[in-house]
């Protein structure tokens, strides 16, 4: 880390505007303080002290940045935006602390201690009484319960079944399939992902078993400090990552994570723990499941009769440059059909806390989605990121868009399990 | 009124959150695509309709108050930045296309319709929108009309003015005009080529139609690369004076290169040519395109090309285009500060010109990058610099008025598409006399009699009749000796370039 915090990063920037329409934000607005070169003038301007951390007005407009980084991989001149806006909400943060909202969010979903125990467990009680599913709506309290069951897992995949009690495809590729020496790799839990998702992690497990890795659990590991350091608490990150660093131990078996807000977040170490090159040599070990899984092919699965729209998220795809592996994931299931959306590329509004704290904005980003959604009738949204997932879930079952959402690796176990690989 | 009444006043007609007058979001509005000018406005309003826009512009005619439209912000003279004492009226949440016509292929559509936006909805027509300045990814259509944009497609097909059939425009004082109209030839003067081009002064475009064109069924795209600066340019001539019209005829030099490849958008440009030349031919016939581009290779190994790379697919050929349009945005790899300039030569003085920049460059101990419409002679050297550096800002001025001067020299103008704004204000005496300037407002008194829109751009405020200027007579001098006379007068002391000679 330098001693400029972040604010380096924005340095390159020269004005150009080639990042305007890549701001979900922008394009919702077209006000310039909502579009990335509006926000380098406000961070800019908080580093030279000409504006302070105390003006509404830089609040405002920093707090409404989704962090989505979908300005990034269009600039010509690599303006590491989210490094500076990591700085800049550090600098906001100090002056006015977290908001009680945002406190109370992380208190509740990112801590690992009892409390945060029994509150998931009761969160999945709610959940499996399907009353959310049936309160779901445009406000803040229903919205919010659409969130919630959208995380519920579904065994709904069956019916998608091409053949049933399906066998594996039969072409070239699976006759040829040998599975390789199993290798080791360690599972990245996080907090939400483990809470509400651990069906996720099991589909995980399992699919990566099949393409020949050994997953391994890590118990000592917590949160990999994202929402705190969107949040401008990078002390709190930094902590979380040095637990993380010293839970994942020295050597270079890979980490396997599924969810891309934290796989973003946890490729972030080596700028967050400068410190002996640690942080540097932890982050080169992470990789996302599709990563893993499209360096394996990933071995073919048996037939799935289903339209699936795949949604990148902005933080597989912006933060850490990964577009293929997911798609390479979804190909290996034969049938299936992927449909690509002109505006996938996108950012859904979920953002982490974003759609708590700032649900107007949220909701305006999400809309254009959800219309290109609602015409191209997929049946299932794939996107491998907590947020996106809960934030798109709820929103299609809000619209009354028939599609359900899924992790991409959730159709893939599917497939694997129609194939007979589990039993 | 004061600026809270004001604000509120524009509240009334817009909603309180389409009116930003809180400091932070005003400087957000300080500066253009041209960074070295800066100028926080009073008020910025962000109107969401016609009726919108027109309700708003009566209020500030009533008011007396001056007023400036902008687009994205993208344009490159600082022609859409406004004074604390001036409205900024920000056109992009008219962003609607009203329609698109295949039959009569044209388009009308709102000004803040993003100039790629047209073309990817005209595509599954089989049309699209010619103009393409290498901004289009985020630039206007209402800011191109304003600015007269080109593009590196402007060489066969044309600037904006040649595409714009007719436009609805809010005058200053609120009434609403039509200009020109969507089928016929015009008729009478033809005001909307008056109007395109005339960077905000003449009023607002609220509903501009254009033409459609059909997208070329054959289209080859080369890459040319040279070991000398000089061979590229005498192959611009070469190319040119073949008969043959490419759609497309760019230019870009080493450090251009270098910084493109560094990029997102590295596009496999050669980084040991000192230069390279991007042509783009296209027809309705396969075999006449590609024999054109044979014909076209042929002319530019004769001029000493090392190699002619032609793309191989679509793919391909759009990573050769982006690669070229974002080079300006991937000049802050070289230095957090950048200045464009943006001239015009004649083609054949492109060799000499471009060594003279070089030498300038050299002179003053600055990076210089070219990357521009070779076809057109239209130059845009960028002035890579960290403007942190004491007096740094200060020589790239004068480099700059050199390089301008060099190219008035050698027969060329001051701008080719980015327009004069505030940026090339101090270079109009070296090209106009008094009357001339003279002319110009009055022409512009006809759309604002107040000089109300866009107050303080495009014609320098000291003009008068009996100016007499600075006229280029002695076309003997060489080109650099008479340009740096030029510049001294522009650049050491600009008030008295453009005050009256009589006065000084």
Same mark, same amino acid.
């Given at each position: 880390m330098t001693d400029r915090g972040g604010f380096e990063g924005l340095d390159s920037c020269v004005h150009c505007g080639f990042c305007l329409q890549a701001c979900p934000t922008f394009l919702a607005t077209g006000d310039e303080s909502d579009s990335p070169r509006g926000r380098i003038e406000l961070m800019r301007a908080l580093e030279t002290g000409e504006l302070a951390p105390a003006d509404p007005g830089v609040a405002l407009h920093l707090d409404r940045c989704l962090g989505c980084r979908g300005c990034e991989p269009v600039c010509p001149s690599g303006v590491r935006y989210g490094r500076g806006l990591e700085a800049a909400r550090a600098l906001l943060t100090e002056h006015r602390g977290v908001p009680p909202l945002v406190r109370a969010a992380l208190g509740v979903l990112t801590g690992t201690g009892d409390g945060s125990r029994i509150l998931y467990a009761l969160t999945r009680l709610v959940r499996a009484t399907g009353i959310p599913r049936r309160l779901v709506g445009w406000g803040r309290i229903r919205f919010a319960m659409g969130m919630l069951a959208a995380t519920k897992p579904q065994?709904?995949? *069956? *019916?998608? *079944? #091409?053949?049933?009690?399906g066998a594996p495809a039969t072409d070239a590729s699976t006759a040829l399939h040998r599975p390789p020496p199993p290798s080791p790799a360690l599972l990245f839990r996080g907090c939400v992902m483990d809470g509400l998702f651990s069906h996720v992690h099991d589909a995980t497990i399992r699919t990566l078993q099949v393409n020949g890795y050994e997953v391994r659990e890590v118990p000592p590991q917590v949160c990999c400090g994202a929402l705190h350091a969107h949040a401008g608490l990078r002390d709190e990150a930094r902590r979380l990552a040095g637990t993380n660093i010293a839970a994942f131990g020295d050597d270079d078996t890979p980490i396997v994570v599924n969810s891309a807000g934290c796989g973003a977040m946890l490729k972030e170490y080596g700028h967050l723990v400068a410190v002996g090159g640690r942080g540097e040599a932890f982050a080169a070990r992470v990789r996302d499941v599709s990563e893993l899984l499209a360096e394996r092919g990933p071995r073919p699965g048996a037939p799935l009769d289903v339209t699936v729209a795949y949604d990148p998220p902005c933080h597989l795809m912006? #933060?850490?440059?990964? #577009?293929g592996p997911p798609e390479r994931m979804l190909g290996a299931i034969p049938v299936l059909r992927v449909i690509t959306l002109p505006d996938a590329a996108q950012c859904c509004g979920s953002a982490g806390l974003f759609t708590l704290v700032e649900p107007a904005m949220s909701r305006a980003v999400l809309a254009p989605k959800l219309a290109s959604l609602a015409a191209a009738r997929p049946q299932v949204v794939a996107t491998g990121n907590p947020g996106c997932l809960m934030q798109l879930g709820a929103g299609l079952a809000a619209a009354g868009v028939p599609a359900a959402v899924r992790h991409p690796v959730e159709l893939l176990d599917e497939s694997y399990r129609a194939a007979g690989y589990y039993a | 009124m004061t600026g809270g009444s004001l604000a509120a006043a524009l509240s009334e007609i817009v909603g309180a959150r389409h009116v930003r007058t809180a400091l932070p979001e005003r400087v957000t509005y300080a500066r253009d695509g041209l960074p070295t000018h800066r100028h926080v406005p009073g008020v910025v309003v962000l109107p969401g309709s016609r009726d919108e826009v027109v309700a708003v512009v009566r209020l500030l005619a009533a008011l007396g108050v001056p007023f400036v439209p902008r687009g994205a912000g993208t344009g490159l003279s600082g022609g859409a930045l406004a004074d604390d004492d001036a409205v900024l009226l920000v056109l992009t949440r008219l962003n609607r296309i009203l329609a698109i016509d295949p039959k009569n292929r044209l388009a009308v559509v709102e000004p803040g319709v993003v100039n790629v936006r047209l073309s990817a909805a005209a595509a599954p027509h089989g049309l699209l929108y010619s103009p393409d300045p290498s901004s289009q990814t985020a630039c206007t259509i209402g800011g191109n009309v304003a600015e007269n944009s080109g593009g590196p $497609?402007?060489?066969?097909?044309?600037?904006t003015a040649n595409h714009v059939l007719s436009l609805e425009v809010v005058l200053a004082d609120g009434r609403i005009v039509q200009l020109g109209s969507p089928g016929g030839e015009p008729w009478g003067p033809d005001l909307v080529g008056l109007f395109v081009g005339s960077e905000g002064n003449f009023g607002i475009a609220t509903r501009i139609s254009v033409r459609l064109l059909p997208v070329p069924r054959a289209i080859r795209t080369l890459l040319a690369d040279f070991s000398a600066l000089r061979t590229a340019g005498e192959a611009v001539s070469a190319v040119i004076a073949s008969g043959i019209v490419p759609a497309a005829l760019e230019m870009m030099d080493q450090s251009c290169i270098n910084a493109v490849e560094d990029?997102?958008?590295? @596009?496999?440009?050669?980084?040991? @040519?000192a230069a390279v030349l991007l042509l783009e031919l296209d027809g309705g016939r396969e075999e006449a395109v590609a024999a054109d581009a044979e014909t076209i290779a042929g002319i530019l190994r004769a001029h000493g090309a090392r190699s002619v790379l032609s793309a191989a697919d679509a793919k391909q050929r759009e990573r050769l285009w982006q690669g070229r349009k974002k080079a300006f945005g991937a000049m802050g790899r070289l230095s957090r500060d950048l200045v464009v300039q943006d001239a015009v030569v004649p083609r054949s003085a492109l060799p000499d010109v471009l060594e003279a920049i070089g030498r300038i460059a050299a002179a003053y101990g600055l990076t210089v990058s070219n990357v521009f419409h070779a076809g057109d002679g239209n130059l845009h050297p960028n002035i890579s610099f960290d403007?942190?550096?004491?007096g740094l800002k200060a020589r790239v001025d004068q480099a700059s008025g050199e390089i301008m001067a060099v190219c008035i020299a050698a027969g060329g103008t001051i701008t080719g598409e980015h327009g004069i704004g505030l940026d090339k204000l101090r270079y109009m005496p070296l090209l106009f006399d008094g009357d001339a300037l003279a002319a110009m407002r009055a022409v512009r008194r006809v759309f604002d009699p107040d000089e109300r829109?866009? +107050?303080?751009?495009?014609? +320098?405020? $000291?003009?008068?009749?009996?100016w007499s200027g600075l006229r280029i007579a002695d076309r003997g001098l060489r080109i650099e000796e008479r340009g740096r006379s030029l510049a001294q007068s522009a650049i050491d002391n600009p008030q008295s370039a453009i005050a009256p000679r009589g006065a000084r």
């Open positions: 065994g709904g995949g *069956r *019916r998608w *079944r #091409a053949v049933k009690g912006h #933060a850490q440059g990964i #577009a | $497609h402007c060489l066969k097909y044309g600037v990029s997102v958008y590295a @596009a496999g440009y050669p980084r040991d @040519a403007g942190r550096v004491p829109v866009n +107050p303080g751009k495009v014609v +320098p405020v $000291h003009a008068c009749r009996e």
